[in-house]
């Protein structure tokens, strides 16, 4: 099974300032089997990125991702305050077993 | 737009089993295109994938899970359901059914049901 450890547990910054968040995989991952999703209190996760850097339907584009291998990294380059929420990596490996990172809290400086 | 919904008892006895069932609306669920997911998150955890099924009934577990674990599909009525036996306390969580997309090498869960949360306790 294919862990990734997401880093920091939780960031804090002030909006209009660039945020970097951080996957990490316990083995190589390809880069289309790689997404990102953010959660805010009492809804379900959205998509924001897949393939590891391709933004989904209506994602703003100060969301990119960026990485190969065992690093990957989420940006979100001016943070507005709609942006302050739970963000989760996510992987597709062999066999079909999908696995999640435990989550980066982004929060109100 | 395609919408997903979750239905079943929000609360379930410890030993019991858990069945919900997922409803997809405004789209079908025999596209060769997607797999269907749940996915669960206990009060103020992370997520975890509880495992997928394909139209055709295929289906894939977690690995920690596969003992306890049972999806189905129904594609008469484009529906398809989680049963979790034995469940305790720790199985308390929102369970979030989910589409995974799969174009070309890519694969990604694109749209999300709201949850239902699910309580064991006697």
């Known amino acids: 099974e294919i862990v990734l450890t997401q880093s920091p547990g939780t960031l804090s910054l002030s909006p209009g300032e660039r945020a970097t968040l951080s996957c990490r995989a316990s083995?190589?991952?390809?880069?289309?089997?790689l997404a990102w999703y953010q959660q805010k209190p009492g809804q379900a996760p959205r998509l924001l990125i897949y393939g590891a850097s391709s933004r989904a339907t209506g994602i703003p584009d100060r969301f990119s991702g960026s990485g190969s291998g065992t690093d990957f990294t989420l940006t979100i380059s001016r943070l507005e305050p709609e942006d302050f929420a739970v963000y989760y990596c996510?992987?597709?490996?062999?066999?079909?077993?999908?696995?999640f990172g435990q989550g980066t809290r982004l929060e109100i400086k | 737009q395609l919408q997903l919904q979750e239905s079943g008892p929000g609360l379930v006895k410890p030993s019991e089993t858990l069945s919900l069932t997922c409803t997809v609306s405004?789209?079908?669920?025999?596209?060769?295109?997607?797999?269907w997911g749940w996915i669960r998150q206990p009060p103020g955890k992370g997520l975890e994938w509880i495992g997928s099924i394909y139209y055709s009934g295929s289906t894939y577990y977690n690995p920690s899970l596969k003992s306890r674990v049972t999806i189905s599909v129904d594609t008469s009525k484009n529906q398809f359901s989680l049963k979790l036996s034995s469940v305790t306390a720790a199985d308390t969580a929102v369970y979030y059914c989910?589409?995974?997309?799969?174009?070309?090498?890519?694969?990604?869960?694109?749209?999300w049901g709201q949850g239902t949360l699910v309580t064991v306790s006697s």
């Open positions: 996510q992987q597709y490996g062999s066999s079909h077993q999908i696995t």
């Open positions: 083995q190589s991952v390809s880069s289309s089997y």
């Open positions: 405004g789209g079908s669920i025999s596209s060769s295109s997607y797999y």
């Open positions: 989910a589409r995974l997309a799969k174009y070309f090498r890519l694969y990604y869960f694109d749209y």
